[in-house]
T-cell receptor, first 113, second 113 residues
């Protein structure tokens, strides 16, 4: 079955710096790669996603890149702000192929003011 | 604000109690999910309902009993739980066909004494 590895487990940056979180997946049939942000005491919320027919997607300060050949995808946050501090989960699924989403272990991001 | 509402937000129960967690969504989604999340871990899939029928049971112990009374509601009945069942229980919903995106509630934090 699918396995998603996520690094780093903890990331600390200064406000205004960039943050990068990387994930790898194992199942080449996966075609949907969402990123969820989970703030303390809340459920995960989708912040950006990418499908396998696209190499890069950007939404204001966040961007995601996908390398299907290497089975890598990454989250990039620029101009980080204290409110970006949260746990970020990458995930992989087959989209319309089923209901299972496989999550990475999570990255705890600290943005220091 | 999340469009998936979970109640109660917090629940403390003894090992002999019977309690229920409730989830409601009005987005017209026909797939609903229960996830369990332990501290500093990603969500783990427990159950999936598709068109109000149980589609996936990830070998969850029978002390957890899901129910989907209609397309908007999802319950999780709890009986004879163990202290190791203490966790955040997350409800989620998605469209069918599943685009991949999950809409999570804020969770019910369960403590079993």
């Amino acid at each position: 079955g699918e396995n998603v590895e996520q690094h780093p487990s903890t990331l600390s940056v200064q406000e205004g710096d960039s943050a990068v979180i990387k994930c790898t997946y194992s199942d080449s049939a996966s075609n949907y790669f969402p990123w969820y942000k989970q703030e303390l005491g809340k459920g995960p919320q989708l912040i950006i996603d990418i499908r396998s027919n696209v190499g890069e997607k950007k939404d204001q300060r966040i961007a995601v890149t996908l390398n299907k050949t290497a089975k890598h995808f990454s989250l990039h946050i620029t101009e980080t702000q204290p409110e970006d501090s949260a746990v970020y989960f990458c995930a992989a699924s087959k989209g319309t192929g089923g209901f299972k989403t496989i999550f990475g272990a999570g990255t705890r991001l600290f943005v220091k003011a | 604000d999340t469009e998936v509402t979970q109640t109660p937000k917090h629940l403390v129960m003894g090992m002999t109690n019977k309690k229920s967690l409730k989830c409601e969504q009005h987005m017209g989604h026909r797939a609903m999910y229960w996830y369990k999340q332990k501290a500093k871990k990603p969500p783990e899939l427990m159950f999936v309902y598709s068109y109000e029928k149980l589609s996936i049971n990830e070998s969850v112990p029978s002390r957890f009993s899901p129910e989907c009374p209609n397309s908007s509601l999802l319950n999780l009945h709890l009986h004879a739980l163990q202290p190791e069942d203490s966790a955040l229980y997350l409800c989620a919903s998605s469209e069918i066909p599943n685009t991949g995106e999950l809409f999570f509630g804020e969770g019910s934090r369960l403590t079993v004494l």
